[in-house]
């Protein structure tokens, strides 16, 4: 864990639980595409920019979830570098209060207030501010998050964060979190036909070619939606519906596990909802979804 690979002559990435980036500008000065989970994932960042003699310029984020973000605020003290990430991502970043805030939809209790569901504040300017480095392409994959954004290298290796997910994390989660079905299907269109030299999705294997990858993507977030109209059939409030998935793919329910799957079941059910599919209705003060 904590690996470096040579991904391109000026290209790596660090094998860890959310896969680190690292473009080479100079023989001296490199760019982080992301910074880990939390403080200790900055000091093992840090020693491997240590051991090859490396300063860090910046800091490239795709996403604001705490897993991407979590070593923005010890490697921006210590090396007092910026960091960027794309429109809501960038105030999610300054902000991450806001993040289980989004996922619980209201204050959350201090169970969602760690350091999976929220990092330590980092500063963090938009893409478009001019110390953004020119030569690395910005790629928008929306979806999974608000402004999710991907990043190419100059040696055409493409950082796609968390628009696809590894076989193995489909089959264990069976209900892997999203923000918006349809911007999440259309970036999967969008990468099925993306050409590079190498692709690094965060939490699957690198590979030259993805296509499989993101069709066995695709099938399980379509999986999901037929599940959950399936479940409609009947009128249901959320919390049946909520408790009838998680018994269907064998989950267990936990406070993290509520939020991000029940986030993701209601990003689902307005997606089925705008789409005509679903409709609602409401019958002794609450609301019901039902199959159209």
Known sequence: MYELVQAGD???????PAKIGIWRETETDVY?????????????????????????????????????????????????????AAGA???????????????????????????????????????????????????????????????????????????????????????????????????????ERMEAALFVPAHADAATDVQELVRLNRDKTLEIADTLLALCETPRIFEDILQKLFVQYQLTMNAAQYVLVGSTVRSYLSWLKDTGRLDIRFEDNRMLFARV
């Not at 989970?37 to 840090?46: F, I, P, S, W």
């Not at 996403?63 to 910026?82: F, T, V």
Request: proline share 6%; glycine share 8%; net charge negative.
């Open 32 to 84: 982080l595409i992301d910074s880990g989970n939390d403080k200790d994932a900055g000091r093992k960042v840090r020693q491997i920019l240590d051991r090859n003699g490396w300063r860090l310029r910046g800091i490239l984020n795709t996403h604001s979830n705490a897993d991407h973000i979590g070593g923005n605020h010890y490697l921006q003290g210590q090396y007092g570098c910026p960091a960027f």
């Open 89 to 191: 991502e960038a105030a999610l970043t300054r902000y991450p209060l806001l993040e289980p805030t989004v996922l619980w939809g209201g204050c959350p209790f201090k169970e969602l207030r760690n350091k999976f569901l929220m990092a330590q504040e980092s500063d963090a300017r938009e893409l478009t501010d001019p110390a953004f480095p020119a030569a690395v392409g910005v790629i928008p994959l929306p979806g999974h998050f608000v402004d999710m954004v991907g990043f190419r290298t100059p040696d055409d290796v493409v950082f796609l964060a968390d628009c696809v997910a590894s076989p193995a994390t489909l089959t264990k989660y069976g209900v892997t979190f999203l923000y918006d079905i349809a911007a999440q299907l259309e970036t999967l269109d969008q990468v």
């Open 10 to 16: 000026n290209t790596f990435y660090i094998h860890c």
